[in-house]
């Protein structure tokens, strides 16, 4: 995104004045089933910015995307804390309050599969009938070709009147980030986007929402289990462990001087972030189970600088810079 940034400066209608965030998530925890499955995970994205969260299975990220979407409620679960949008808070919102900017002001992406659309049904339909939802008015299939073309699609035309299962997995990725951008959403969540996907084809998918972000002036949440993901478009990289966010910062900075011991062991068994001919080393021992999750240190299990006080003492997300935050009592030893 940084360098897409200067080749697109002025692309886009500004709805939110620079530096006010498109979305703000505040000590948002979420409860499921009697648990406490989410908890205390705060941060920000501003238009044309692209903010990733980056953790294990079940370290929550998903529960996050959907206490953003408004869609705790159809799998029972609730939440604490606020997300803002566009300035409005969100967090006692209706369902109708929801359903009113669910697609307009904020956009899904989900994963690349071909759950997310229908496939007996033509893809132009499909984006037609998405398109009506959002405007009455709009000439659908003119605006359906536009979007096909937006997501870099070469034949628009041919792919308008394609099934699903006549397209590859990378065009059906496409397609549903064309259905995402319908509603002209100030801020897109996209949840692994591009798992499932071959390596190529993921690096032209993540490009493309790059651009898009900054073209259609978006706010970009990228969800992926893959630092080496998100490292070339994420502006901020919020690092999530066993349902808790464990470090925030700007990405070169959690990169390259990552605070918490976390992060640098998920850096030390990335082959993307070692010098080549470096040892890479795994992380031993597993997640606890969230049955036994405590505002104490999450980590300590596997933590090689954990002390008898990371233990026993609750781990606040402490700020440590301008946006940079960490949930590690030990950090400034261990950096
Ligand atoms: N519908 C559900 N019912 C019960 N538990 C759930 C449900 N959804 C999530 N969980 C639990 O909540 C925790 C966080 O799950 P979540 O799906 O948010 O993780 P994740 O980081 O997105 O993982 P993944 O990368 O595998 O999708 C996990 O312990 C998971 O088992």
């Known amino acids: 995104m940084r360098a897409?940034?200067?080749?697109?400066?002025?692309?886009?209608?500004?709805?939110r004045s620079a530096g006010e965030a498109a979305l703000e998530v505040?000590?948002?925890?979420v409860r499921l089933g009697g648990r406490e499955l989410v908890t205390d995970v705060s941060f920000a994205a501003r238009a044309r910015e692209c903010v990733a969260l980056v953790g294990e299975s079940g370290s929550g990220k998903t529960l996050t995307c959907r206490a953003l979407l408004g869609s705790l409620h159809r799998i029972g679960a609730s939440m604490t804390g606020v997300v803002r949008i566009l300035g409005r808070d969100m967090s006692a919102a209706s369902q109708r309050e929801w359903q009113a900017i669910r697609g307009t002001t904020i956009g899904f992406v989900p994963q690349a599969s071909m759950a997310g659309l229908d496939p007996v049904m033509r893809v132009g339909k499909q984006l037609s009938e998405t398109i009506r939802l959002h405007d009455r008015q709009a000439g659908h299939r003119a605006r359906a070709l536009e979007l096909l073309e937006q997501v870099e699609i070469a034949d628009p035309a041919s792919v308008y009147g394609s099934f699903p299962h006549q397209l590859s997995g990378g065009m059906r990725q496409r397609v549903m980030i064309a259905l995402a951008l319908a509603g002209r959403p100030s801020v897109l969540v996209a949840d692994e986007p591009t798992t499932a996907l071959d390596v190529t084809v993921e690096?032209?998918?993540?490009?493309?929402?790059?651009r898009l972000c900054v073209e259609q002036d978006m706010a970009?949440?990228?969800v992926s289990h893959d630092l080496a993901?998100?490292?070339s478009i994420a502006d901020q990289i919020n690092v999530m462990y066993a349902g808790t966010q464990m470090e925030r910062g700007a990405t070169r900075d959690v990169l390259t001087a990552a605070?918490?011991?976390?992060t640098q062991a998920l850096l030390a068994a990335d082959p993307a972030a070692a010098p080549p001919g470096t040892r890479l080393s795994g992380i031993a021992g597993g997640v606890a189970d969230a049955s036994i999750w405590d505002a104490t240190c999450r980590f300590?299990?596997?933590?090689?600088h954990a002390t008898e006080s990371c233990r026993t003492t609750g781990q606040e997300l402490v700020q440590?810079?301008?946006?940079?935050?960490?949930?590690?009592?030990r950090w400034e030893e261990t950096a």
Request: hydrophobic share 45%; charged share 25%; aromatic share 4%.
């Open 4 to 15: 897409l940034r200067s080749t697109f400066p002025e692309a886009g209608p500004r709805r």
């Open 26 to 29: 505040e000590r948002l925890s």
């Open 203 to 210: 690096r032209a998918i993540l490009d493309l929402l790059a």
């Open 220 to 222: 970009l949440v990228l």
């Open 229 to 231: 993901v998100v490292r």
């Open 259 to 262: 605070r918490h011991p976390y």
């Open 300 to 304: 300590v299990g596997r933590c090689p």
């Open 320 to 329: 440590v810079g301008a946006g940079a935050a960490v949930r590690c009592m």
